[in-house]
């Protein structure tokens, strides 16, 4: 089993930056990538970034430019570097794992609002 724990999330005007951090723990050596979705209301859930175990990333496209994903292997810890934010930003952010698919685990969710 994986436990994931996000932080970070809050209230920020537009055009200001967040930086959510996604502690891992447990079972961590079956873990070959991991990841950030976010889910707004009335939509459904899509994968705003993922990387991988060597450090692949990749990006939704309208978050290419202002957020970044890194990894800190020696913490176990994920982060989402988030800048330039816009009110289309918020939503739920939530940290997800694959052992086999991203989403085998889901961390709880932090809220992350961005005012106009």
């Known amino acids: 089993q994986v436990q994931l724990v996000e932080s970070g999330g809050g209230l920020v005007q537009a055009g200001g930056s967040l930086r959510l951090s996604c502690a891992a723990s447990?079972?961590?050596?079956?873990?070959?990538?991991m990841g950030w979705y976010r889910q707004a209301p009335g939509k459904q859930r899509e994968l705003v970034a993922a990387?991988?175990?060597?450090?692949?990333?990749n990006y939704a496209d309208s978050v290419k430019g202002r957020f970044t994903i890194s990894r800190d292997n020696a913490k176990n810890t994920v982060y989402l570097q988030m800048n330039t934010l816009k009110p289309e930003d918020t939503a739920v952010y939530y940290c997800?794992?694959?052992?086999?698919?991203?989403?085998?685990?889901w961390g709880q969710g932090t809220q992350v609002t961005v005012s106009s």
């Open positions: 990387i991988t175990r060597g450090g692949s990333t």
């Open positions: 447990g079972s961590m050596f079956s873990i070959k990538a």
């Open positions: 997800a794992a694959a052992r086999s698919t991203l989403g085998d685990y």
